[in-house]
T-cell receptor, first 116, second 115 residues
Framework: EPEVTQTPSHQVTQMGQEVILRCVPI?????FYWYRQILGQKVEFLVS????????KSEIFDDQFSVERPDGSNFTLKIRSTKLEDSAMYFC??????????????FGPGTRLTVT | AQKVTQAQTEISVVEKEDVTLDCVYE???????LFWYKQPPSGELVFLIR??????QNEISGRYSWNFQKSTSSFNFTITASQVVDSAVYFC????????????FGSGTRLLVRP
């Protein structure tokens, strides 16, 4: 069964460093998402991406964040200058066009980002 | 504005008991979908069920059943004959039918099933 994959599973970085989190969505999916979950808290929406552009972003997704689909298969989240409060689990998700599949989003296993 | 409320922060039951998880979704939207996700201790998010706002018929799938009442905005999820492996955090997550179709997660209910 197709699945969303994410690399790395765990990333440790120093404050102020740039990190890139990578995701490979399911191949025929067209909508892509990043969510994050600070330890012990709820899952929060960061950004949605469709047709090679951001369709919506949350207040969390400030100028330090960017997303890219560089080659038609990968979907990346970049944090330009990490802060301690960026420490969280980051989930990538993808979905088919809504009319095709009931809006279900398939989640990757997550990347745990630790900023020291 | 939309508001998702999971008032139960933690529930503890003994194995084989039935348990119901509550979710209230307040919205002015007339059309939406509601999802339940399970997050076991390993951390991944596992899709469980999906319901739409225009179908209030209750359904049962194995040990899972769900009750949706649009008039009260409540979307409750029941596990029958709970098992230790059901121990996890359960999130209710509606989806908005706008350009992004993003999920709006509730705060989650931690379920502990004791042997």
């Amino acid at each position: 069964e197709p699945e969303v994959t994410q690399t790395p599973s765990h990333q440790v970085t120093q404050m102020g460093q740039e990190v890139i989190l990578r995701c490979v969505p399911i191949s025929n999916h067209l909508y892509f998402y990043w969510y994050r979950q600070i330890l012990g808290q709820k899952v929060e929406f960061l950004v949605s991406f469709y047709n090679n552009e951001i369709s919506e972003k949350s207040e969390i997704f400030d100028d330090q964040f960017s997303v890219e689909r560089p080659d038609g298969s990968n979907f990346t989240l970049k944090i330009r200058s990490t802060k301690l409060e960026d420490s969280a689990m980051y989930f990538c998700a993808s979905s088919l066009p809504p009319e095709g599949a009931g809006y279900e989003q398939y989640f990757g296993p997550g990347t745990r980002l630790t900023v020291t | 504005a939309q508001k998702v409320t999971q008032a139960q922060t933690e529930i503890s039951v003994v194995e084989k008991e039935d348990v119901t998880l509550d979710c209230v979704y307040e919205t002015r939207d007339t059309t939406y979908y509601l999802f339940w996700y399970k997050q076991p201790p390993s951390g991944e998010l596992v899709f469980l069920i999906r319901r739409n706002s225009f179908d209030e018929q209750n359904e049962i799938s194995g040990r899972y059943s769900w009750n949706f009442q649009k008039s009260t905005s409540s979307f409750n999820f029941t596990i029958t004959a709970s098992q230790v492996v059901d121990s996890a955090v359960y999130f209710c997550a509606p989806i908005r039918m706008d350009s992004s179709y993003k999920l709006i997660f509730g705060s989650g209910t931690r379920l502990l099933v004791r042997p």
